[in-house]
């Protein structure tokens, strides 16, 4: 499979708590992309990379959120102290360094936060 | 306002039906524009992208782009039950650092037999 891989599937953690999410872009694909979707709405800009630099990163992105693309190639997004209003799914995409380039998403990471 | 509006829907038209789904944007740099389709539970998948004035077809689906009104919109010929999903409009414009894709709040498509 050649898509955008995304790790795990579904995470439920207790408010308190550290999550660290993993995404696997395809694999000549120099931009990343860290959404995140809440039931009835569209996915909402979380940051973005090219290639190990961290672009930009909207006001959503608290300090408990942090994302990491140390090689250029995978990236981690971690959330600190969870909260109950961190539950979402958390989607990444990928994709070519072109103007008007199509992202790809991968299949999300469902977070719960009890 | 909103950068990228859709009416949530849910929008029912009879399997066979053309389905016609809109979307307005408010900024008027935005330079690209893509329908996505999602499933419940699921994540986006890309089904259109339209880049100049005018329709583009692709099988059943066609997109079409006013720039001077700001507003896409995405035709679904002969539909059917499996079309039904969420269909996200999605808005790309150049930031600072590169591109930023911004999307609609999705309009739930129920196609009935």
């Known amino acids: 499979d050649t898509g955008v891989s995304q790790d795990p599937r579904h995470k439920i953690t207790k408010r308190g708590q550290n999550v660290t999410f993993r995404c696997d872009p395809i694999?000549?694909?120099?931009?990343l992309y860290w959404y995140r979707q809440t039931l009835g709405q569209g996915p909402e800009f979380l940051t973005y990379?090219?290639?190990?630099?961290?672009?930009?990163k909207s006001r959503l992105l608290s300090d408990r959120f942090s994302a990491e693309r140390p090689k250029g190639s995978f990236s981690t997004l971690e959330i600190q102290r969870t909260e109950q209003g961190d539950s979402a799914m958390y989607l990444c995409?990928?994709?070519?360094?072109?103007?008007?380039?199509?992202?790809?998403f991968g299949s999300g990471t469902q977070l719960s936060v009890l | 306002q909103k950068e990228v509006e859709q009416n949530s829907g849910p929008l029912s038209v009879p399997e066979g039906a053309i389905a016609s789904l809109n979307c307005t944007y408010s900024?008027?740099?935005?330079?690209?524009f893509f329908w996505y389709r999602q499933y419940s539970g699921k994540s986006p998948e890309l089904i259109m992208s339209?880049?100049?004035?005018g329709d583009k077809e692709d099988g059943r689906f066609t997109a079409q782009l006013n720039k001077a009104s700001q507003y896409v919109s995405l035709l679904i010929r002969d539909s059917q039950p499996s079309d039904s999903a969420t269909y996200l409009c999605?808005?790309?414009?150049?930031?600072?650092?590169?591109?930023?894709?911004?999307f609609g709040t999705g309009t739930q498509l129920k196609v009935e037999l």
């Open positions: 999605a808005v790309l414009r150049l930031t600072g650092g590169g591109n930023k894709l911004t």
């Open positions: 990379f090219q290639n190990e630099a961290q672009l930009e």
């Open positions: 995409a990928s994709s070519l360094d072109r103007v008007n380039e199509k992202l790809f």
């Open positions: 694999s000549e694909h120099n931009r």
């Open positions: 339209i880049y100049s004035n």
């Open positions: 900024d008027r740099v935005s330079q690209s």
